[in-house]
């Protein structure tokens, strides 16, 4: 009987031992996202759909990404968190600049944007604009840090995604879409527009005479035609339709950033409708009223290679 039990004992130790740990589950905000890696094709910046450009396949790890663009109060939450021990110089860096919208736009009618839009309640939901790239990194470093108190088993890393990450989430696993909603159309059967973006009538296009090019002739307000039948300028982070993933305003309202420096992705609510598909890009120097960013996060357990 005490060989017996002895036997059963030594097995459950032996057992115990080979027993795989539980994983911990993975804490995150509500509004991230999980992306399953996969392959996509790397291709240059087009919309041409009559072309077919080079292309290779790279290999995406799997992360999460917020269904939205970080808004005005999530940035405002981070910015009075971390302001008091900020040194002399760096809050310059990362503070929202509001008076981009006047010298964007240089319209009489754009100061209540840059009274109201990063201060009033009514815009908490909005993309946050005009925010620097030093803005943006050091926003994912304090979203981090919060993280990473909530997951002590995992590594964690919150950044801006990579050109190739973004593009990956934006396609929502519709290989080479152009645009998130997988079609070459920005209305839907309904006729109801699919992102937010600046709109132009017949009237509005002419030829240069020199190049003999079409060419969108601005009108005297300094725009051509409405802009959007849901909003004026940027709208509400949870607008319109999201892809198959759930993320939304991939393209239109606000450009994104990317942690490329100088590059943001998807055309915002002041590029025209050939200009929002997945794979075009803006050029930036400085923060502007049409780029946003929304993070992604990384994550690998501890104790795991």
């Known amino acids: 009987m005490k060989k017996l039990f002895a036997s ?65 109060q999530q940035y405002k939450q981070f910015y009075n968190e971390i302001a008091a021990s900020l040194k002399p ?3 310059e860096k990362i503070v929202c600049d509001t008076l981009g919208w006047r010298q964007a736009l240089a319209l009489t009618y754009c100061e209540p944007l840059v009274e109201y839009y990063y201060q009033h309640p009514a815009y908490n939901s909005y993309p946050v604009v005009n925010i620097s790239y030093e803005g943006a990194m050091k926003y994912c470093e304090w979203l981090q840090n919060k993280i990473q108190t909530d997951n002590p088993a995992y590594t964690i890393e919150v950044k801006l995604p990579e050109k190739n990450q973004w593009i990956y989430a934006a396609q929502g696993g519709r290989s080479n879409a152009m645009f998130p909603w997988g079609n070459y159309y920005l209305r839907n059967k309904k006729g109801e527009f699919l992102c937010n973006y600046r709109k132009t009538g017949d009237a509005a296009i002419v030829r240069d005479k020199e190049t003999g090019k079409p060419v969108v002739k601005e009108m005297n307000n300094g ?36 942690n490329e420096k100088g590059t943001a992705m998807g055309g915002s609510w002041n590029d025209y409708g050939g200009d929002v598909h997945i794979k075009s890009e803006a050029n930036y120097n400085s923060a502007k009223p049409t780029i946003g960013f929304r993070p992604i996060v990384l994550f690998k357990e501890k104790g795991n290679r």
């Open 8 to 72: 059963c004992v030594l097995s459950l130790i032996f057992f115990a031992a080979f027993t795989p740990r539980k994983k911990s589950k993975l804490k995150l905000p509500v509004e991230f996202a999980s992306i399953t890696g996969g392959t996509m094709h790397s291709t240059p910046d087009t919309c041409d759909l009559h072309t077919d450009p080079p292309s290779h396949r790279i290999s995406i790890s799997d992360f999460y990404i917020s269904k939205y663009e970080v808004t005005n």
């Open 89 to 91: 110089g760096e809050k």
């Open 223 to 258: 725009f051509s035609g409405g802009l959007n039948d849901r909003a004026f300028y940027t709208a509400e982070v949870k607008s319109y339709y999201p892809n198959d993933w759930g993320l939304f305003n991939m393209c239109g309202n606000v450009a994104e950033m990317v």
